[in-house]
Antibody, heavy 123, light 111 residues
């Protein structure tokens, strides 16, 4: 069955970077896209960006002002999200979610989702 | 930045029909389709409705979606205890460089 399995929880310090992985199985990895969404405690879901897994094209939310980088390793069927310049407000659960359109991120839907990875930023 | 507005809570008794609303603007719901997600406690969100009113396979037909102008609605009929969850609407927003925006979520309680 289609499954996205994410890396484990991370505790990191302000100013550092974190890289979360998302391993896909049960489908042709390069035929779909991947979105990243985060959920801070008590906050709404927040979209971070998208990658066309086939060609590596990306689109990011301006809200992250160049701090986020989404990549993929097709040989490992794994997508990655790296967030730099971490601050306490970045403490959140980070989700990957498969996108169904490789060139229409704006008409897409997210299905399925990974289990989430808790990133805690604390000094 | 545009966001979508949902009532924070809703409730109903088993068997009832409940409607959850999502209000947006011309830059998001008014010009793009709406998706709905269900998040059970302690789990990842799950796609419930896509493209305004389409159900993925496996989602019961008790769940239905609709859109009119800059608002969208999720209806749940024949309410069941396992429907107790948080429900989020989402739409693409064309403002600035474009981004997906979500509602704040509606916590549905089955009394």
């Amino acid at each position: 069955q289609v499954q996205l399995v994410q890396s484990g929880p991370e505790v990191t310090k302000p100013g550092a970077s974190v890289k979360v992985s998302c391993k896909a199985s049960g489908y042709t990895f390069t035929s779909y896209a991947m979105h990243w969404v985060r959920q801070a405690p008590g906050q709404r879901l927040e979209w971070m960006g998208w990658i066309n897994v086939g060609n590596g094209n990306t689109k990011y939310s301006q809200n992250f002002q160049g701090r986020v980088t989404i990549t993929r390793d097709t040989s490992a069927s794994t997508a990655y999200m790296e967030l730099s310049g971490l601050r306490s407000e970045d403490t959140a659960v980070y989700f990957c979610a498969r996108g169904w359109f490789t060139n229409a991120w704006y008409e897409d839907w997210f299905d399925p989702w990974g289990q989430g990875a808790l990133v805690t930023v604390s000094s | 930045q545009s966001v979508l507005t949902q009532a924070p809570s809703a409730s109903g008794t088993p068997g009832q029909r409940v409607t959850i609303s999502c209000s947006g603007s011309s830059s998001n719901i008014g010009s793009n389709t709406v998706n709905w997600y269900q998040q059970l406690p302690g789990t990842a969100p799950k796609l419930l409705i896509y493209s305004n009113n389409q159900r993925p396979s496996g989602v019961p037909d008790r769940f239905s979606g609709s859109k009119s102008g800059t608002s969208a609605s999720l209806a749940i009929s024949g309410l069941q205890s396992e429907d107790e969850a948080d429900y989020y609407c989402a739409a693409w927003d064309d403002s600035l460089n474009g981004l997906w925006v979500f509602g704040g979520g509606t916590k549905l309680t089955v009394l």
